[in-house]
């Protein structure tokens, strides 16, 4: 290995004090431009980069943000959260963030995992996924004050730090406004038990815009976990009724893809994940590289980075500039193919 | 936030200098037993933990370790490596480890990439993935004597370092004697173009059961770019011929999903990924959680950690105690469904 360019060699180099150089790196001012300059010359020539012990000592800061991924798992919708994970790791690094992860079975357990976390290494901050009515991660942060920005709203409680989301209801809104163009007037909607407040959500976008249409929605709401088998059965107790609808939207793409099994309705899936792309099922697509960057550039803004690092929403018109109040809402897009 | 605990609180505490704390961590061998046992009564009872700026700069060691994943993409593919990814976390933490992500377009610019996560974050190890013919990415971490593990063969070169695998070969073959078991006689191979060594790897499994079984694979293999568009021409093309096949064993579960699309082949695919479950597509399984733990095992080793928290193939029979020398090839299992 080549040897170790340090702020000794620095200072050696530009014939100055290692003080001065470390004045340099964190406290710029105090220094005389000429003498500045001519330590700024060297870290260049030298290729001098701090390393994350000696600069953490110095600064505080680690340059890493935490997020959890789930464990292991083997359905069609784990692939979202990856999708996300994706883009949060493209658009941390040239921001100066790594990512590093961590797994957690539920928010007791995450929360521990936070403290293990910040006690061990430092990190900046947090981004927080599955948000979820009674959540008891984000009130342990802010007592902390530990920088943190969610993907996902704080559902049933107050808007009391910044987040990223997408449009549940608006994705199944534009669902349903399709399949009434297509001459649809019976849709069911296929979703989770209510209580789950992403599934909540999706479930009102269906119902709002069949009352803007004028179309009933009794009876036409089914609801079990999520599955493929689940998807069946729903659809074909929906079917078994008098006036059976024609077509389905559905909270996912696994239910999406029951529905669809049974051949006698339209589906709309949720998520595009690879299934619907492989097999043929329109679906609604959350933009989860833009949200990743959203996340990205907020914690930017949160740890007070350069602002040229954080997106464009945070100067968008009607968007405060204040960083815990900064709420990006994503509006997802339907993606039509055979199935609807 | 409760005051911190630092090693100057365990010192006052155990009523023994800063230094005999600092040795009790790190030389623990000379401190007398009896002040070594109060200092680690004072750090559990105040909860001391050391944090990882401060022990860095202490052992050199971060306890961080790099791992790549892919950027964005939409695929039924990119679901593999991720699995592969959710075991590493899931592994790596109780060993003392966490994961740092990164994106890399190709060898060099993750070499590129490596340098600039050394000298930020003083990465402990690496476990590289998609290793290829060529790979230029290993004799740059060997030459740095930088610890590393590959999740991959060293394809077409010499074994100098540790890496985890799993055998495709042994895959493509398990599925080439159920399809002969199930009646089949001429059976296709649908695979990637030559020259992408873990397509070659499959193919020569296929290739091997078929001459043990005494069955000719002339004229049955057949090439082209993944995809399920793919997968479906390259199987009219082979079902165009005189004397066509009534099975095909495929490299991956796009090309077999295109296959079956045509109703005219049995098939099986390979990943077992979320598409193959749903749709009902026999496919060829990796033990992704087992293969990141072996890695995380190998890691250990390579670090010089407690060999507990290695894996049982460490001290299995007949495989090297040097960990440079490690090598875990682990089988896959073939999932049968309805395609075959």
Redesign the interface.
């Known amino acids: ?1 080549p040897s170790k360019v340090t702020i000794a060699t620095v200072a050696r180099h530009a014939n100055v004090s290692r003080q001065t150089v470390s004045n340099v790196l964190n406290s710029p001012d105090v220094v005389r431009d000429e003498t500045r300059a001519r330590v700024m010359a060297a870290i260049e020539e030298l290729g001098y ?6 600069r ?2 110095r600064t505080g800061r ?3 943000i935490g997020v959890r ?8 919708e ?2 979202v959260l ?2 996300f ?3 949060l ?2 658009t941390a ?1 040239p921001a100066g963030y ?6 957690a079975a539920d928010d007791d357990n995450e929360i521990a995992t936070y403290d ?2 910040l ?4 990190l900046d901050a947090f981004v927080l996924t599955h948000t979820h009515y009674d959540d008891t991660r984000t009130a342990w942060l802010r007592q ?2 530990i920088p943190f920005t969610t993907f996902g709203r704080p559902w049933g409680a107050p808007d009391l730090h910044s987040w990223v989301d997408v449009d549940g209801a608006a994705g199944t809104a534009a669902a349903t406004r399709h399949l009434i163009a297509a001459g649809h007037r019976r849709i069911a909607f296929l979703g989770w038990p209510p209580g789950s407040a992403v599934g909540d959500d999706r479930r009102s976008g269906w119902q709002a815009a069949m009352q803007a249409a004028g179309l009933p929605t009794d009876g036409l709401a089914r609801h079990a976990p999520d599955g ?1 088998g689940e998807g069946e059965r729903l659809a074909r107790e929906v079917l078994d009724q008098p006036d059976p609808p024609t077509a389905a939207v559905c909270a996912s793409d ?1 239910l999406a ?1 029951g529905a669809w099994r049974t051949r006698a309705l339209a589906v709309v899936g949720f998520d ?4 619907a ?3 043929g099922l329109s679906s609604i697509r959350q933009p ?2 833009e949200a990743a960057a959203e996340c990205v550039g907020t914690l930017a803004l949160l740890l007070g980075d350069n602002p040229t690092t954080a997106p464009r929403q945070a100067t968008a018109g009607g968007r405060s500039t204040d960083p815990d109040m900064h709420h990006v809402l994503l509006t997802p897009r339907l993606v039509v193919r055979d199935s609807g």
Request: net charge positive; proline share 4%.
């Open positions: 290995m980069r701090a390393n994350l012990a000696a953490q000592m680690s340059r890493l991924i789930d464990p292991a798992r083997n359905g069609i784990s692939s990856d999708r994970l994706h883009g790791t493209e690094a790594r990512v590093v992860l961590y797994t293990d976390l006690a061990a290494y430092t902390r004050q493929v696994p893809l595009d994940t690879a299934v792309q492989a097999v989860l590289a």
